[in-house]
């Protein structure tokens, strides 16, 4: 069973950054993609970024230039750099893996954007 834990959230002002982290319980090189998604109060979920098994990546044109999807193979682990944070960034982040096993979502980690 693969287990993803996200972790990194908090509350932060307009302008500031976060790194979110992803925690995989197996080899993140045998994922498919890697992925981050957000929720909004009352909004659907949508994606964020993602990032392939060969180190392709891409992101929302909402976040483009301001947020990176990254990874550490070594340490199974891939993480959501946030800059340039506004307050609309404010959500729960979610971390996706898919393998040929299936897809697989972590818990979600909490964004607030406030001052």
Not at 52 to 67: E, I, L, P, Q
Request: with cysteine; charged share 15%.
């Amino acid at each position: 069973q693969v287990q993803l834990v996200e972790s990194g959230g908090g509350l932060v002002q307009p302008g500031g950054s976060l790194r979110l982290s992803c925690a995989v319980s197996v080899s993140i090189s045998s994922m498919w993609t890697m992925s981050w998604y957000r929720q909004a109060p009352g909004k659907q979920r949508e994606f964020v970024a993602t990032i392939y098994s060969g180190g392709t990546t891409n992101h929302a044109d909402s976040v483009k230039g301001r947020f990176t999807i990254s990874r550490d193979n070594a340490k199974n682990t891939v993480y959501l750099q946030m800059n340039s944070l506004k307050r609309e960034d404010t959500a729960v982040y979610y971390c996706k893996g898919i393998s040929g096993t299936g897809d697989y979502w972590g818990q979600g980690t909490q964004v607030t954007v406030s001052s």
